[in-house]
């Protein structure tokens, strides 16, 4: 007896879609705790909880094939705004924050118009590789060090710091190549 699988790509509604929702209606709760609160401990907790709802909606999309061309956009755009939101917060306490703010909206702005222009031209809605995973997980990591480490060394705090900004800017370059191959590819 054959099984079919239940195609998702198109879908909307889905278990890893809202849960990818659910991370942005975070965002706003994080920033309560974290500035008008100043309660770094559950600040972190729902940050944490966000994080886990990442984890468990990119398992459940892959598990039972429920990837859909809008989960492959709203889970990074959830992880980014989480990561912006929570960076402008900790420019408040850690002035070199700047860095990794800035560098993430000049970032996402670039892979957005190439993945845009990937869309549209190649008509392939891309996932994340493993760089930017690794970009998300050393933010993830910088941001809870910085929550969780009320008086964090300047030494510790720049050091994360930078290796944040050193994987952002080595990921940049690699999607960028990437998307500009794509593209070139398309044109021939």
Same mark, same amino acid.
């Given at each position: 007896?054959?099984?079919?699988?239940?195609?998702?790509?198109?879908?909307?509604?889905?278990?890893?879609?809202? &849960?990818?929702?659910?991370?942005?209606?975070?965002?706003?709760?994080?920033?309560?705790?974290?500035?008008?609160?100043?309660?770094?401990?559950?600040?972190?907790?729902?940050?944490?909880?966000?994080?886990?709802?990442?984890?468990?909606?990119?398992?459940?999309?892959?598990?039972?094939? &429920?990837?859909?061309?809008?989960?492959?956009?709203?889970?990074?755009?959830?992880?980014?705004?989480?990561?912006?939101?929570?960076?402008?917060?900790?420019?408040?306490?850690?002035?070199?924050?700047?860095?990794?703010?800035?560098?993430?909206?000049?970032?996402?702005?670039?892979?957005?118009?190439?993945?845009?222009?990937?869309?549209?031209?190649?008509?392939?809605?891309?996932?994340?590789?493993?760089?930017?995973?690794?970009v998300t997980f050393l933010l993830y990591l910088t941001i809870g060090?910085?929550?969780?480490?009320?008086?964090?060394?300047?030494?510790v705090s720049n050091l994360a710091i930078c290796v944040s900004v050193?994987?952002?800017?080595?990921?940049?370059?690699?999607?960028?190549?990437?998307?500009?191959?794509?593209? &070139?590819?398309?044109?021939?």
């Amino acid at each position: 007896m054959e099984t079919q699988t239940k195609d998702y790509s198109n879908k909307i509604l889905t278990i890893p879609n809202l &849960m990818s929702f659910f991370r942005i209606c975070l965002i706003p709760v994080c920033a309560w705790l974290y500035v008008e609160k100043q309660n770094y401990l559950w600040t972190t907790i729902v940050l944490i909880l966000s994080g886990l709802t990442d984890i468990i909606d990119g398992f459940i999309a892959r598990r039972f094939n &429920m990837i859909s061309n809008l989960g492959k956009m709203l889970d990074p755009v959830a992880d980014k705004l989480t990561q912006l939101v929570m960076l402008i917060c900790l420019i408040t306490r850690f002035p070199l924050m700047w860095a990794p703010t800035i560098l993430l909206v000049i970032k996402e702005f670039l892979d957005t118009v190439t993945g845009l222009l990937v869309i549209h031209k190649v008509g392939v809605v891309e996932g994340a590789d493993w760089h930017g995973k690794v970009v998300t997980f050393l933010l993830y990591l910088t941001i809870g060090l910085h929550l969780i480490w009320y008086s964090i060394p300047a030494s510790v705090s720049n050091l994360a710091i930078c290796v944040s900004v050193v994987m952002m800017i080595v990921s940049l370059a690699l999607y960028s190549a990437h998307r500009i191959r794509l593209l &070139m590819k398309q044109e021939k």
